[in-house]
């Protein structure tokens, strides 16, 4: 059983910004459960797409209920992967982000895709949508009940840092902004990895 | 931000200050003159590929974009 969700979003910012603003999204205030970033794999197509994958560790942390369930070596970080394919021929960027780890306990996938809007003029429309399943045998609902409510309240993380990025792009940051060096502005952001968020 | 191997660090650091400058400026104007971070993305690559078998990370062999083959278009 899968839980399915799904939502658009209209982002006041240009897609060049937008997609600058992907690369540079950690560290940002609301994402401390992040403690590692890094590019595994980049390619650009012969078709001048961009290929990239990011490997992502988080923290886990998981509520009471789950500790009592699982045993207590079970690896205190999980594992997230975010592969992307961006177009800048026809402005697309498109973005698949699932964890590697602690998948029996939850795997939660999410697709994005970062388009100019039709409607709005220097305005980017985001679609996302997500997948959650646990396997856990008589706890699989619970858990995805849990995982989509909170997927959900970490999308509106996930914008606010996205904000926070875009401004900081776009020259508003501030010496002394959490993890900014002094002299440079350093936006971080975006769509969001909605890791397993039992963790956080 | 930190590498997940922590010798890796500074090479990360630098091969994405060196990307995100290519980025912006060249790559998403059409310029297509080639990419400058080869050499500073192999250094990188030689270090953080190491970190991820020392950690065994279960990485490698995943196919790119995976798991989206069996979802549907939106």
Redesign the interface.
């Known amino acids: 059983m899968v839980k399915y969700f799904?939502n658009n979003t209209d982002i006041r910012s240009t897609w060049?910004h937008v997609?600058?603003a992907f690369?540079?999204r950690?560290?940002n205030p609301f994402s401390t459960h992040?403690?590692?970033?890094?590019?595994?794999?980049?390619e650009?197509t012969a078709d001048?797409r961009?290929?990239s994958?990011r490997?992502l560790?988080k923290t886990n942390r998981l509520p009471r209920w789950a500790e009592r369930i699982f045993p207590p070596g079970m690896s205190r970080f999980v594992?997230i992967?975010e592969?992307s394919?961006l177009d800048?021929?026809n402005r697309t960027l498109t973005t698949?982000t699932?964890n590697?780890?602690h998948t029996t306990l939850m795997s939660v996938?999410e697709?994005c895709?970062f388009q100019d809007s039709v409607e709005q003029p220097a305005t980017t429309q985001l679609?996302r949508?997500a997948?959650i399943s646990s396997s856990v045998y008589g706890f699989s609902r619970p858990i995805q009940e849990f995982g989509l409510a909170r997927f959900k309240s970490n999308q509106v993380k996930a914008m606010k840092g996205l904000e926070y990025a875009l401004s900081s792009l776009q020259g508003t940051c501030h010496a002394g902004d959490p993890g900014s060096i002094p002299g440079q502005c350093m936006p971080?952001l975006f769509c969001s990895a909605s890791s397993p968020k039992y963790y956080i | 931000?930190?590498?997940?191997?922590e010798a890796?660090t500074e090479l990360?650091r630098e091969?994405?200050q060196c990307?995100?400058s290519w980025?912006?400026e060249k790559?998403?104007k059409?310029d297509?003159s080639g990419?400058p971070c080869t050499e500073t993305?192999k250094k990188?690559?030689r270090c953080?590929?190491k970190a991820?078998k020392e950690k065994d990370?279960?990485?490698d062999g995943?196919e790119?974009?995976?798991?989206?083959k069996d979802?549907p278009e939106?």
């Open positions: 799904a060049d997609v600058s690369w540079q950690y560290p992040v403690l590692t970033e890094d590019v595994v794999y980049r650009v001048h961009l290929l994958r490997l560790m594992y992967v592969d394919i800048p021929v698949y699932w590697l780890n996938e697709r895709v679609k949508e997948w971080q | 931000m930190n590498s997940v191997g890796c990360k091969y994405d990307f995100n980025f912006s790559f998403l059409g297509r990419d993305f990188y690559q953080v590929q991820i990370i279960p990485i995943v790119f974009m995976g798991p989206i979802k939106s």
